[in-house]
């Protein structure tokens, strides 16, 4: 997984830091997580998050998670 920071342009035209995650995987991996995303009615993004969170969660690991 690699972090990138993009600029990106912000309400006063200066430029701003937008970080991108990048995961690699196959198509077939990425049509199943879109499909258990779907399940559970969420986006990708918020179902990574959340999985995120409650795999930290159960091993132990409480702190609370900052904003995306």
Known sequence: MALNKTPA???KGLP???PNLTVRMTPEY????????LH???TVSAFL???????ANQHGFDEP????
């Open 40 to 42: 559970c009615r969420m």
């Open 30 to 37: 990425r049509k199943w997580l879109e499909r258990a995303a």
């Open 49 to 55: 998050d959340f999985a995120a969170v409650a795999h």
């Open 65 to 68: 998670a900052p904003k995306r």
């Open 9 to 11: 342009g912000s309400k």
């Open 16 to 18: 701003t830091l937008s």
